[in-house]
């Protein structure tokens, strides 16, 4: 089995201390399953270099330099297998949105490259030096990109084999056909609300219906 190798390319790699360190992200590097490493753009400047210039053409706001973020990109690919299966991604609000199927489908990578964006975005000429693929953690905008590409570690790495039980993945939501169902647990009357009574009565095929029929209820209440 392969290890998923993530490098996070970052203005503020700090921030990716504690999802790297606790929970199931921490325990999946702590088995060896993912290895995940930050790169601080600040790093690659060389002298009297910045991080950011201000866009050609006016406007407000600052944009990421090319040349940090392609020596930073250079030095990982180098170091990299040229075979190896891999995706370079840039969170962007003008992205298409990322889904569990994104997920999925990085979960199975070499390599995921995520590049954090800030300010008004990068030099657009990124994406015509490398394959870039720009994602969306949702329709809003965040002051950088180090938010999304957290939700875009965990929920990638949840999906590697061996981080969380097969079964667990299997049944959870966007991981099938439809939404998980809802779940309980002790006690059994709480504030007058009881758990549903085919969940205490131990026949296992009518909890599986019963889970099959919510799952699918929960799924239609969300497309209207």
């Known amino acids: 089995m392969g290890v998923l190798h993530v490098d996070l ?40 270099e910045r991080a950011d210039e201000r866009p050609y053409g006016g406007g407000p706001g600052m944009v990421l330099r090319i040349e940090p973020l392609a020596r930073t990109l250079d030095r990982i690919i180098a170091a990299a297998p ?11 609000a003008s992205g298409p949105l990322f889904t569990q199927a ?17 300010y008004e975005g990068v030099d657009e000429r990124l994406g015509a030096l490398y394959p870039i693929e720009e994602i969306s953690l949702g329709e809003f905008v965040l002051t950088g990109g180090e938010i999304a590409a957290m939700a875009f570690l965990d929920a990638t790495v949840r999906l590697v084999p061996g981080a969380i039980d097969a079964a667990s993945a299997a049944s959870e939501s966007w991981g099938g056909n439809g939404l998980d169902h809802p779940a309980y647990t002790r006690p059994p009357t709480f504030r007058g609300i009881d758990v549903p009574a085919v969940l205490l009565g131990g026949d296992h095929a009518k909890i599986a219906e019963w889970r099959r029929q919510q799952s699918r209820a929960r799924a239609a209440r969300r497309a209207r």
């Open 82 to 92: 040229a075979d190896e299966r891999r995706r370079i991604v840039l969170t962007s």
């Open 102 to 118: 994104d997920a999925a489908v990085w979960s199975a990578l070499d390599r995921l490259v995520v590049i954090c964006g800030h």
């Open 9 to 48: 390319v970052s203005l503020f790699p700090e921030m990716f201390a504690p999802v790297i360190g606790l929970s199931i992200v921490g325990r999946a590097v702590e088995r060896g399953l993912v290895e995940v490493r930050t790169h601080h753009l600040l790093d690659a400047l060389e002298q009297n």
